[in-house]
């Protein structure tokens, strides 16, 4: 239980500056959302509900009977999969700092005057792995890293719905688009010397392995090490070709092993055929101005050898 956890780990920090009171009395007053604007929110969150199906069979002498299916809903909703227990999200954070210590930064009890490392500790156990202690030293600790949901660019599919309503032949070519799975190796990587630890900075207990991994998800699964895998389909195939404008579509033929050259090739020329319709746009390069971020892959590098030295590359 959290029970009065709140006032030890945050508002007993709060209350030493000036206006503490004041935002603690705010908090207190505070007035939630409606239950429907709640609902809204927390539907549209990576969210998960644990259930538990039983199916009954009931069948009597004559053969004459019916399935019944009894479904049991956990109480338990979280983040899914690995960001929630290696990112430690506060309901844990609570449990970490023992006695007054508090989690306000500028608290005279807070928590990192005696360790600031602690909750990662708590969370990823000490010492780190090779791969956590190359991530807090090149990234930081794993409390400093924050997670983002970048939703899909609203504005380019809206484009793309205007102009499909007006083209049938284009919505045909884009109902018809096939879906392809490619395994990339960018060209930095390209190296027969080279290891990799995973691409999930959250990940810090993988195995090496001689092909470049899957770097954060939403799907991420540390107990997993899946390769780098891109999934063409009609909406993102469309977005990076408009977006390489495309220049440099042909490049990434440098990245892919030969078996999957013809149908890159092959989806290629489809591509081309459906972003002829559509005026010069840079997707990507607008998304990346509104969040202010540089979109990237991420991988845990090493070297056949050497397992004491791990880069973190973009």
């Known amino acids: 239980s959290t029970e009065g956890l709140y006032d030890i780990r945050i508002a007993a920090g709060i209350l030493e500056f000036n206006d503490g009171a004041k935002f603690i009395q705010y908090r ?3 007035e939630i959302l409606l239950i429907k604007s709640e609902v809204a929110f927390l539907t549209s969150q990576n969210k998960f509900c644990v259930a538990v199906f039983k199916p009954i069979s ?14 049991t809903e956990s109480w338990h909703r979280g983040s899914q999969f ?18 007054n210590m508090s989690l306000v930064q500028n608290a005279s009890t807070f928590f990192g005057r005696i360790d ?42 809206s484009n793309i719905e ?37 691409g999930n900075p959250l990940c ?6 001689p092909f470049v991994q899957e770097t954060f998800g939403f799907d991420d699964a540390c107990a997993t090490q899946k390769s780098l895998t891109i999934q063409t389909k009609p909406f993102n195939s469309l977005c990076a070709y408009l977006h390489l404008d495309g220049t440099s579509s042909s490049d990434f033929c440098q990245l892919l092993p030969p078996t999957e050259l013809f149908i890159y090739q092959k989806m290629l020329v489809t591509i081309m055929l459906i972003a002829s319709q559509f005026p010069k746009h840079s997707p990507m390069t607008d998304i990346s101005n509104s969040y202010n971020i540089l979109l990237c892959f991420v991988q845990l590098v090493g070297a056949i050898g050497n397992n004491k030295t791990i880069v973190v590359g973009f």
């Open 28 to 30: 207190k007053e505070h």
């Open 58 to 71: 009931n069948w009597n002498f004559k053969c004459h009977g019916n399935n019944l299916v009894i479904t």
């Open 82 to 99: 690995t960001t929630k227990y290696m990112y430690s999200v506060l309901q844990f954070d609570w449990f970490v700092p023992t006695g």
């Open 116 to 157: 600031d490392n602690m909750i990662e500790k708590y969370s990823v156990l000490s010492p780190l792995t090779p791969q956590f202690d190359a991530i807090h030293k090149q990234l930081g600790p794993l409390i400093t890293i924050d997670l983002y949901l970048i939703p899909p660019w609203k504005l380019f599919r």
């Open 162 to 198: 205007i102009y499909v309503q007006e083209n049938v032949e284009l919505a045909e070519m884009l109902s018809a688009f096939e879906s392809y799975d490619f395994h990339p190796t960018p060209l930095q990587w390209k190296n027969q010397n080279y290891i990799f630890y995973g």
């Open 204 to 209: 810090g207990f993988g195995s090496t392995l």
